[in-house]
């Protein structure tokens, strides 16, 4: 227990890699939330008629609804009035051209490790940069748009494509959902869209890489991936902000549409700011996720990592509607000090012959509370479903908790639900075996959290996995004696 | 190479080992036997620096260095292998990414260069002849599903990888059939050279047939009581230990 307490007391001690912050002259929406505030950043992007009044529906029923409070978290109320809602540096520019980027700006990618030097950057993935409320540069469009890829910020978007964006945004998840995707859809700021047309394999790795910097601001971004028939793509998602003593809220949108015979999988290494070892500060991350397998054959993969954030509430889901058609979950969830995460996912099986499966697995350490929430529906019209879910929980230390609510809703006798579930200790036994072959502590932790978190890890691109194996073992550093 | 003196060890408040002695030098095998919860074990964990015992006397001095004073990795670092009694379970790593962690943090201490994957994939295939272990069973996750003897054998495996100065097998013979046994002796035996030494805990004689050993020691009740070459491991395996119970026991009470 000693040892336990001072490693403890060690791992609280560490940094937060991401933590820094730089000042620009922002442009920013005043203080508040009101329809003026709404129109203020309609108008400031510049949007159609029918976007600002999409805005405003949404926020009209957003203020209908009340927060959701079945989720195991606990957190005091946030004030939504008292939030910036957009904030943006002034350096931006309307042109996209990567050669007029700010030097600063891409001073700041630079120093989070993201490169958005095309010619520096390691071939295979392209980048939408986006910065508090705005993007500040995509790479690579050129060589995509050759092959008829779309991949540009979402205000770009708006205008470039907007009979895209108007037939698909709100169709996966709708603008009154729920509490915070309503108010995302009242507010978004910016995002990524990409569109793949029918037949063709986007031949790198996509990416959106989230940063907040700005205090007091909320970042509310939107992601649209439209996969048309026959075609494939992998996206992927970092985020990371400073440590702040306030919490900060982050309320995003991803949806995603498959077509028939389409795969998408798309990757999350979530390391916002978890807050300090006393639970200080720390971002909200609400964020909503959905896909739908529209058609015949289609594949969604949903594969995470969440390592970061103070509270994260959070289910990326299938919609299995396309017959055929397969939705997957990889997660694991890991929670330090005083981090709570209820995390998992949905799989709503719709379509005849649909399979979808579930492997979570959370890690515990510190005073945090891990749950997931999983729920498996097969409606009466989904012959033969499958589902297999497994869920495995790893506790460091006795002052954490993990927690599983699996729901299981079955319409149609012919389904096939299956769900197991593990929990375990970090056993003294494992870590002295370690330490007896000359694995230093740290190292046996690294190594056995990414065995327990070897099958979720698989799944990620090769160079996101190095990038998840190195933070799973940086954020339980020192967290078992 | 090895010095205990006075060495007290307990857990949870209860005293286990009540003073042991013992000189090991380099090109030696020392067995340690003793009936069941005489302190074998605690002995080898203590050695090895499990966290659980707390020693509250005496002194253990290992290539000159004060071993208690070391943390348990270090003392791996310096040479200490324990083949362990139960050989824990680690899902998801296989032994081979398990080993190349270890052996470069050992390299590492010693101011050597780490293997890369061509060089200790060599080093591998080599030590797997010594101790006829199969491929497969190595990209396997560590001793997950692994048979009594399997386990066994991918001890001495790694204590091949590792080439430590001083071997601690705890009861490596339990569990083993005859096989299996003959293997994993002789792996020993192919390990142990004049710079190296063996402690071999046992409970019974058997396996002292084919490790044979220089001394015998006989623990009981957290002590020495008699010491003896091989000779003394026939006699017990013939008498059994209740006679040097008798004996000790007899000598406590006047």
Same mark, same amino acid.
């Given at each position: ?115 958005l030097n095309e010619q520096k950057r390691l ?19 050129? %060589? ?14 708006? *205008? ?37 047309? *029918? ?17 007091? %601001? ?41 077509g028939t015979h389409a795969q998408v999988k ?36 949903? %594969? ?30 890991? %929670? ?146 | ?10 857990? =949870? ?71 362990? #009694? ?21 390299? =590492? ?18 030590k797997m002849k010594l101790v006829e272990i ?55 035996? #192919? ?13 019974? #004689? ?39 119970? =008798? ?8």
């Open positions: 227990m000693s040892k336990d307490n001072s490693i403890l007391e060690e791992l609280t001690s560490k940094e937060y890699e991401h933590g820094w912050s730089v000042n620009y002259e922002a442009d920013e929406a005043p203080i508040g939330l009101n329809e003026d505030i709404i129109r203020w950043i309609s108008a400031k992007k510049e949007e159609p008629q029918w976007l600002l009044e999409w805005r405003l529906k949404a926020f009209r029923t957003w203020l209908t609804m009340t927060e959701p409070e079945w989720a195991n978290v606990h957190y005091p109320k946030i004030d939504l009035q008292a939030l910036r809602y957009y904030s943006a540096p002034k350096q931006i520019k309307k042109s996209k051209n990567l050669d007029e980027v700010d030097p600063e700006l891409i001073a700041i990618y630079e120093r989070l490790g993201i490169s071939q295979g993935i392209a980048v939408d940069a986006v910065l508090d409320s705005v993007s500040v540069a995509t790479t690579f469009r050129g %060589t995509l748009s050759k092959l008829g890829i779309v991949f540009c910020s979402f205000s770009e978007a708006v *205008k470039e494509y907007p009979e895209l964006i108007q037939k698909y945004l709100g169709s996966v998840v709708p603008m009154t959902d729920n509490y915070y995707a309503a108010l995302n859809s009242a507010v978004f700021s910016d995002g990524s869209f990409c569109y793949i047309p *029918k037949g063709v394999r986007c031949p790198m790795e996509l990416s959106t890489y989230f940063r907040i910097n700005a205090a007091n %601001t909320g970042q509310f971004e939107r992601t649209l991936i439209v996969a048309d028939d026959e075609s494939y793509v992998s996206y992927l998602e970092g985020c990371t902000a400073p440590s702040r003593d306030e919490n900060q809220l982050h309320a995003a949108v991803v949806e995603i549409y498959a798309y990757s999350t290494v979530q390391n916002w700011y978890p807050g300090d070892k006393e639970g200080k500060g720390g971002i909200y991350n609400f964020v909503t996720k959905r896909g739908i397998c529209a058609g015949d054959h289609s594949k969604i993969s949903w %594969t995470q990592v969440e390592t970061g954030s103070a509270v994260t509430w959070k289910y990326p889901s299938c919609i299995l509607k396309g017959d055929y058609s397969i939705g997957e979950f990889y997660s694991v969830a890991v %929670t330090n000090n005083y981090q709570q995460a209820d995390t998992g996912t949905k799989m709503i099986h719709i379509g005849k012959n649909t399979k979808s499966r579930i492997v979570s697995k959370g890690i515990s350490a510190g005073k945090s509370q891990n749950s997931y929430r999983g729920q498996v529906q097969v409606m009466k019209r989904a012959d033969n479903a499958r589902n297999f879910s497994q869920c495995d929980s790893l506790l460091m230390g006795d002052r954490c908790g993990a927690h599983t609510f699996p729901y299981i809703d079955i319409n149609n006798p012919s389904a096939k639900v299956e769900h197991e579930a593990t929990t375990s200790k970090i056993g003294e036994d494992q870590i002295f075996y370690c330490n007896q072959r000359g694995i230093a502590t740290e190292d046996a932790v690294a190594l056995i959290v990414n065995g327990y978190a070897k099958e979720v890890l698989n799944q990620l691109p090769m160079e996101f996995a190095v990038e998840a194996q190195k933070l799973l073992a940086l954020t339980l550093e020192g967290s078992v004696g | 190479m090895l010095s205990i003196k006075n060495l007290h060890a307990s857990i =949870e408040g209860n005293e286990i080992l009540r003073g042991i002695n013992l000189e090991v030098k380099a090109g030696e095998i020392h067995a340690i036997m003793g009936p069941n919860g005489s302190g074998k074990s605690t002995l080898a964990s203590v050695l090895a620096g499990r966290e659980e015992y707390e020693v509250t006397e005496g002194e253990v001095t290992f290539k000159g260095k004060d071993l208690l004073d070391l943390a348990p990795e270090d003392r791996a670092r310096e040479g200490v292998f324990l083949a362990f #009694q139960y050989p824990v379970e680690i899902p998801g790593v296989s032994s081979t990414n398990f080993l190349r962690t270890a052996v470069n943090q050992v390299r =590492e201490y010693r101011g050597l260069e780490p293997l890369d994957a061509v060089k200790f994939l060599t080093l591998m295939k080599e199969d491929q497969k069973l190595l990209s396997r996750s560590l001793n997950e599903g692994f048979s009594g003897g399997e386990k066994k054998r991918n001890e001495i495996f790694q204590m091949a990888m590792l080439e430590p100065t001083l071997s601690i097998l705890d009861e490596t013979d339990s569990g083993l059939d005859i096989d299996a046994l003959r293997i994993v002796s002789n792996g020993v035996n #192919q390990l142990k050279s004049e710079k190296t030494a063996t402690i071999v805990v046992t409970h019974y #004689q058997r396996l002292l047939d084919y490790i044979v050993p220089d001394f015998v020691h006989v623990l009981y009740k957290g002590r020495i009581v008699k010491s003896g070459t091989k000779e003394l491991a026939m006699e017990l395996e013939e008498k059994g230990y209740d006679w040097i119970k =008798e004996e000790v026991d007899s000598q406590a009470t006047v």
